[in-house]
């Protein structure tokens, strides 16, 4: 059971918009940064969005990421089939004083 | 360009102990620290534990208190994680991280190692 709830699979059609929730705590999302990470079956994650909102160098803006109050939003416009992957968001836990991950949502791209 | 590279594949029977490599490059190593999240078949990721890069302070999570140990050679760049008393459940890919983190939280990884598939079993 992962400390912070996403939905786990989410579908959209080519070119749609789909967005992707995690919801945690005071102890957690409330209080610390977000991060957003995309994986493909057999490889690492890679880092979409990090500070919540913020994207790293090279990553489109069809990605983009947003928090309010105890949840955070992942947002992805314009899908495309490489979208297709397993997302995770993840933060700090102030009260396990440990790095807490979703359990994971599965993009199809229909 | 930063680079953590990873040692190989393990096998190991139930209760043995494993340790992991992960060399860091690319970036001042004492400027950050490194994570190690496992990631069980099939399953979601889990953080372990973090090691600073400058002054080899570390934070475990509290699931692995007594069985795990990180540990970073500085001459050398690489991070190593140990983990003791293994079962069946600590088959999984281990993967090392490039973390911030400042005296009271962590800031997520940025980059990431390929990982190594530990296999426990008899």
Known sequence: ?110 | QVQLVQSGAEVKKPGASVKVSCKASGYPFSNYGVDWVRQAPGQGLEWMGWIDGNDGNTKYAQKFQGRITVTTDTSTNIVYIELRGLTSDDTAVYYCGREFCDTTRCFGPDYWGQGTLVTVSS
């Open chain 1, 1 to 110: 059971q992962s400390v912070l709830t996403q939905p786990p699979s989410v579908s959209a059609a080519p070119g749609q918009k789909v967005t992707i929730s995690c919801s945690g705590s005071s102890a957690n999302v409330g209080n610390n940064f977000v991060y957003w990470y995309k994986q493909l079956p057999g490889t690492a994650p890679k880092l979409l969005i990090y500070e919540n909102n913020k994207r790293p160098s090279g990553i489109p803006d069809r990605f983009s990421g947003s928090k309010s109050g105890m949840s955070a939003t992942l947002g992805i416009s314009g899908l495309q089939t490489g979208d297709e992957a397993d997302y995770y968001c993840g933060t700090w836990d102030s009260n396990s004083l440990s790095g807490v991950f979703g359990g994971g949502t599965k993009l199809t791209v229909l």
